[in-house]
């Protein structure tokens, strides 16, 4: 299917819009740092192939529902990979940080966070991650995921237990009561 002029201009303004956003979106659903550029491509280059399909205004739900299968065959084929910290991740920097302290502190939470998320299943750091982090509604979620809107419902209330869980643990662990 050949894609119109308008589609090509489409294309190139969501990518422009939406990269930083899919390439966090991979991290966050556990993609190796040596390997996000390389997965952003791809779901940027299977959006290229089939974006003339695209609904308008369903760009980023598109992009997003591809990272996810894009992120899932990655695991299958290099099993799961420990996140490498990059220390020129401007993903992970605050936004605006005062002092060196506060930088330090920001990167700690960060980091928290991904260990906490890398012990959900796939299924629930996906919905987690669409609707707590990324702000997706359920239906939107649903829409992306290609289940019913009572699975991701179900989905979202056992990740955010789950998540609640290892939280209570760590900060535990913390206060040196393990």
Do not use: C
């Amino acid at each position: 299917m050949q894609r119109s002029r308008e589609d090509d201009d489409r294309l190139r303004a969501t990518a422009k819009a939406e990269f930083a956003n899919v390439w966090r979106f991979l991290r966050r659903l556990g993609v190796p740092t040596s390997s996000l550029d390389d997965a952003t491509q791809e779901v940027f280059l299977v959006a290229a192939r089939k974006f003339g399909e695209v609904q308008p205004g369903r760009e980023k739900s598109y992009l997003f529902g591809t990272a996810v299968h894009v992120a899932r065959e990655l695991r299958r084929k290099h099993g799961r990979e420990q996140l490498a910290d990059d220390p020129d991740d401007e993903a992970m920097e605050p936004a605006s940080t005062s002092t060196p302290e506060d930088s330090l502190g920001t990167r700690q939470e960060y980091d928290v966070l991904v260990r906490l998320l890398d012990g959900l299943t796939d299924d629930l750091r996906t919905v987690f991650i669409l609707f707590e982090i990324e702000g997706q509604s359920l239906t939107e979620i649903s829409t992306i995921l290609g289940v019913p809107l009572g699975t991701v419902s179900s989905r979202l209330r056992r990740a955010r237990a789950d998540f609640e869980l290892r939280l209570q643990k760590f900060q535990k662990r913390m206060r040196g009561g393990r």
